[in-house]
């Protein structure tokens, strides 16, 4: 069943809209859209109906997007907001998303705008409850006695308030606003007599988390004397910030105040632990829970526990087609469907949306929570009548065993979270158990990061050379197709037990590391010092190029261009004798910075290689204004190519692009006759790939440089 989405689009293009409206389509939804052209038109429809989400392209004929955005926030409707567009540069997309738009999608990759349009739909969701619960907090608020407020203690030790009802006017003659900007006013009014225990009450509270529960006198700035007391629920956020959550009430009039005070507290603490839909406890009250499990699994050997993560399926499409009113009494059903399989010992919560965690105590092992989860299961096969329409719910769960080796509520919620999603990808109403196996990936990984810093140390890392060769001559019947002109300098790991490592198991934790700085200067210098030996030895085979990478790491250091200079010197090499190679990606993060900085490397004859082109953000905005000498097609685009296909159209395109240019093309991954014919005819000029030769250890390079001939495609280009 598609689903149903209203769609308003800002397009002046009608082959665009339909190409916009296929994608939805394709990706499930059933679009009931609408285009408009002009701010008179956009203005008329956002009143004409109720819009999902607003897809724009940037430009329109006396109209662009930065005006839609602004007439969209203008109507006060919480609408996303999603730019498409196949011009707008990265400098401008930014721009939008700063003056509120909520994404952008480029035109050619319009695969990205299903899953946008749906993640924009959930968080449009999860505000609208934020704003109904607001709002419950508000009317709460008003109807009970005293102040409630929020307290914060910040980890340099300084306080503020972050929120305080307006019972403040009343209780302490101070507005909210003058209490968030000087909270020193309400310390001022505690009476001198009663400060030593008030403020050893707080700090109690603060090193130990137990709820703070105080009485105090307060002289307020009228000269009235008033019995205060305060009921607080402190939480540790993991900045190490300790926020208060409490209830300031007049105790003055002590009978009747004893009274209101009990009231109020008890609806304090219920409206803050309780989710106010469905009445289950919500995150609070469950991690409270979460902790007692945890610790009471380490005092007691023989204790188990377990933690069920639950999530309704298609949630949304319900939503959607049967209304919000049907949703809420979905979650309401869920709730009692789900108390009745649990014992009185056991917890369930509604953390948020449609997820649900069930806490289940003190079971013997894992069988007992799986029963459980089978149980729950079965019982939502059976159809529910919601809004006179029959439905069946499905659901996902992912289980975690408690035990021992848990020590945070978090890692319980996120590893059942992980073993939910697993779950829903398996399939439907179904259930899957978090695997503790996953933890020994982060062990392992923690264990390689260790090993690349003793590989540096023990210098375990080599050099492999893959040859890049002149292809294109050949095609105009000269002989020096196939030439070899350079190499691409390729690092591997020689693992002291593993063997061979290839860069794709471990360059990604040493870039995260920043360890990738230290391998790429080693690497730099050694392909250099290979170099030069090479050019002492074979003389009459040069000039002959060395390509080295560089990561977006090596692009941030303020040393770089120093390193460089320094390793040229020490191997007495030319600028002229090595290219660097920069991925498209790398391009973007600071254009101006990156523009300069491959100024500074062009002025000393190192010429600059744009790798993996095309495969990441575009940067042809920016192309002309950079200071490089190749482009080089990824290999994901070569070994795909066909005749006419997409991939051969994108490579042709890179091509005539970089003849516009003036830069030279390199081909990357050429493994057939064929692709080095297409690539050919294009007009690419240079190669590098299986076909040619396979990157190599420096002795083979070596054997390589000391034969007769350096044309490498003989056997292929005929």
Known sequence: MNEPLNVLIIEDSEEDTMLLLHELRCSGFNPIWERVQTDKELRIALNSRTWDVIISDYRLPGFNASAALEIAKQSQKDIPFILVSGTIGEVLAVEMMKAGANDYVMKDNLNRLPEAVRRELRDAQVRAERKQAQKLLRTLASNIPGMIYTFVQYSDGSTAFDYVSFGCLDLLELTPDQILENASLCFEQIHLDDRPGYYAAGKESAQTLKPFSHEWRLVTPSGKLKWVQASARPECRENEEIVWYGVLLDVSERQAALRDRKQAQELIIHNALHDPLTDLPNRTLLVERLELSINRAKRLETYRYAVLFLDLDRFKLINDSLGHLAGDELLRNTAHKLKTHLRDVDLVARIGGDEFVILLEDIPDIKKAI????????????????????????????????????????????????????????????????????????????????????????????????????????????????????????????????????????????????????????????????????????????????????????????????????????????????????????????????????????????QISIDDFGTGYSSLNYLHLLPADNLKIDRSFVSQMQQGNRNYQVVNTIIALSNQLGLAVVAEGIETPQQLQWLQQLGCELGQGYLFSKPLSHQAAEALLTSKTLYLCSDYCS
């Not at 392992?444 to 690349?452: G, Y």
């Not at 350079?486 to 290839?502: D, I, K, M, S």
């Not at 300069?596 to 004859?605: E, G, M, V």
């Open 371 to 606: 029963q459980v989860t089978e149980r729950i299961l079965a019982d939502f096969q059976t159809p529910l009548i919601l809004n006179d329409a029959e439905i069946v719910i499905s659901i996902s769960i992912g289980i975690v065993l408690g035990t021992n080796s848990y020590s945070q509520a978090s890692d319980l919620l996120r590893d059942a979270d992980i073993a939910m999603y697993r779950a829903k990808a398996q399939k439907a109403n179904s259930y899957k158990i978090f695997d503790v196996r996953m933890h020994t990936q982060a062990v392992n990984r923690l264990t390689l990061e260790t090993d690349i810093r003793k590989a540096i140390e023990r210098e375990e890392f080599i050099i492999y050379y893959q040859p890049i060769v002149d292809i294109l001559d050949y095609a105009y019947g000269k002989q020096s197709a196939g030439r070899l002109i350079g190499f691409e300098a390729l690092l591997r790991w020689q693992h002291p037990t593993r063997g061979l490592v290839l860069p794709d198991e471990f360059v990604s934790i040493a870039e995260e590391t920043g360890l990738i700085v230290q391998i790429d200067r080693w690497m730099l210098y050694k392909a250099c010092q290979q170099l030069a030996n090479w050019k002492t030895k074979f003389a009459t085979r040069f000039p002959i190029k060395i390509s080295i990478n560089l990561s977006a790491q090596d692009i941030r250091q303020g040393s770089l261009i120093e390193d460089i200079d320094q390793i040229l010197a020490q191997t007495n090499l030319e600028g002229d004798c090595i290219t660097l190679e920069i991925t498209e990606s790398m391009l973007i993060e600071n254009i101006s910075n990156t523009i300069d900085l491959l100024s500074q490397l062009k002025s000393k004859k190192i």
